[in-house]
């Protein structure tokens, strides 16, 4: 083993390997030198970019002994080079997992996770090298990967302090306009852009500029952009005229081949142009570009059966209730808007928030952290911490209001472990036509990750899996858990939401007609709709996709044979 070492040091691979097989095929040796001899096989290969080589020796390693952390390094390292970048990302999670101080380790999950689009992955390993290292790339990559996971807001503070404190540096600059131009304050953000440059920084400022209304400007920023999807979207924004049907062609043109750019980019381009589609009555062309956009997106977020079915069993046993909830607190109670994407929850809460007695929160990730970190630990004192706290949050958000918000659409998942530990708190279930639903989920390209959005067939299954989760839910509390439908309140908006405030002991207002004055800043995908008045074209516009969504009509919900047995029981 020494004299095999001895070979890897002065780069004698060859010999190395030799060598190393050697120790690897002694049978008397002890299992972790054998392991080792394979893992420093792996480096040796690896040095001699023979990657399934490499690949194939350290997975012989991880075999020989699963908590060898080297050998599931260079077995990440390995399919990271062959291209099978999630199995990569699987190894080095493991390798975090098993050694959690080993940064290099960090780094590459959060750049593997970056790549994929699976930001909020992303996130928490930027957070733990930038906690260790504190260097400009884990800033950087924690920054960017928060705003595309829509928590631009938790970085706000943050970002104009950093500015604050590096005035002159062009990194600061960058990642100010990034939260700003995603909060949507594109007059804040132009100011900032005047002395920035460079490929990655112009697309931005392109962005930024087209938003604030400078179109000349943003031209002048795009034509010097290289070729990619970024730039062709851009320059079908900045367009005008007949010059849009050039910049269509251009794109279209552009994606008829293979190309490197990154798929979130090449999906965002496609989505850009079914919106224009759209816009120009061709569903048939739009539903094509939908469909591209979701295949490229269901490889950086798969829909797992096995993990979907074991959070429905998870669920379905309500371990919760072996909790004793907090003591309830003074001050505002919590509602919690719940449904699917695109079901009228953001339009109840803008509504809802126009009364004196309530406070709209927007989209809090506080309730699917904690049952997220329950269904991984079972650790239920840090989960009752953790609402304690949370109750504290509606004091110090709304001190004078009677309801505080929270409008989490998936939080439907964790709806009955809500109930439980909040005793006071209510449950409003946005409902809405399944194929009205399901075909406006399709067509909306969201941030975060959704990965049952991406198969017509998956999405209509998880929609009636919601409706049974729900269903339950609002049988163990028939009291607490109230349903507005969305085509009751585009209907009768002010007979709907009286009623719904009698149920939370509260009498109409008339500041609630006027929920499209409301000053505050909406981000989500319903932001365009929440700012004019109720309009009737959404229910029924799935007809208009009829021949492409056949397969939302399957009845059967995405759920577990287990969890189907534990219902009968």
Avoid at 18 to 35: L, T
Avoid at 37 to 46: F, G, I, K, P
Avoid at 380 to 396: I, W, Y
Wanted: contains cysteine; negative net charge; hydrophobic residues 40%.
């Amino acid at each position: 083993m020494r004299n095999a070492m001895f070979d890897l040091q002065k780069g004698r691979y060859r010999e190395a390997i030799g060598a190393f097989q050697m120790v690897w095929g002694n049978d008397r040796a002890p299992v972790m030198m054998r392991s080792d001899a394979l893992s420093n096989a792996a480096v040796c290969h690896l040095r001699l970019h023979e990657w399934k080589s490499a690949e194939d020796s350290a997975r012989a390693a991880v075999e020989m002994d699963p908590a060898h952390v080297d050998a599931w390094f260079n077995l990440a390292g390995s399919l990271k080079e062959q291209g099978q970048v999630l199995d990569a990302l699987h190894a080095f999670r493991k390798v975090c997992e098993l050694h959690p101080q080993r940064m290099d380790g960090w780094r590459y999950r959060a750049e593997l996770a970056e790549g994929l689009g699976l930001w909020e992955e992303a996130v928490d390993a930027w957070s733990v090298v930038y906690q260790k290292m504190a260097n400009g790339r884990a800033f950087e990559g924690r920054i960017v990967c928060m705003v595309h996971a829509g928590k631009a807001p938790l970085v706000d503070e943050e970002t104009a302090l950093y500015l604050d404190q590096h005035k002159t540096e062009n990194l600061a600059r960058y990642l100010r306009v990034l939260v700003l131009s995603d909060l949507q304050r594109f007059d804040e953000a132009v100011v900032l852009t005047h002395k920035m440059h460079g490929p990655a920084v112009d697309q931005l400022v392109a962005w930024v500029l087209i938003h604030a209304g400078y179109l000349i400007e943003a031209r002048e920023r795009v034509k010097g952009l290289p070729e990619c999807a970024r730039a062709h979207a851009l320059r079908i924004m900045a367009a005008e005229g007949p010059e849009v049907i050039e910049r269509i062609a251009d794109a279209l043109t552009y994606l008829s081949t293979p190309r490197k750019d990154h798929p979130q980019d090449i999906a965002d381009l496609h989505f850009r142009l079914a919106r224009i589609a759209e816009e120009q009555s061709t569903p048939a062309a739009a539903m094509q570009h939908y469909h591209a956009a979701h295949r490229i997106m269901a490889v950086s977020q798969p829909f797992s059966e096995e993990g979907h079915h074991q959070l429905d069993t998870w669920i379905r046993l309500r371990p919760w209730l072996q909790l004793a909830p907090p003591a309830p607190r003074d001050g505002p109670q919590w509602i919690f808007i719940v449904g699917m994407p695109r079901s009228g929850t953001t339009l109840l809460e803008q509504i809802l928030d126009m009364h004196p007695a309530f406070h709209g929160a927007g989209e809090l990730h506080d309730m699917a952290t904690v049952a997220q970190r329950y269904y991984a630990t079972g650790n239920g004192e840090a989960v009752l911490q953790a609402c304690d706290a949370f109750s504290r949050k509606g004091s110090n958000l709304a001190p004078r209001a009677a309801w505080c918000i929270d409008k989490m659409p998936h939080n439907f998942v964790h709806a009955g472990m809500i109930l439980h530990l909040f005793p006071r708190a209510r449950v409003i279930w946005c409902r809405r036509d399944r194929m009205d639903n399901c075909t406006s989920i399709y067509r909306q390209h969201f941030r975060g990750i959704h990965p049952y959005a991406h198969d017509l067939g998956t999405l209509g299954r998880y929609f009636r899996w919601h409706e049974e989760v729900m269903e339950g839910y609002r049988e163990d509390y028939p009291q607490r858990v109230l349903e507005v439908s969305y085509e009751a309140l585009v209907d009768d908006m002010p007979g709907t939401v009286t009623d719904l405030l009698r149920a939370l002991g509260k009498d109409w207002d008339p500041a609630c007609a006027r929920f499209y004055e409301n000053p505050r800043r909406i981000l989500t995908a319903s932001q365009g709709q929440v700012n004019k008045p109720i309009y009737r074209d959404t229910v029924g516009s799935w007809k208009r996709y009829r021949d492409y969504v056949e397969p939302l009509l399957l009845e059967e919900p995405v759920m577990s044979d287990s969890a189907n047995e534990s219902q009968r029981r």
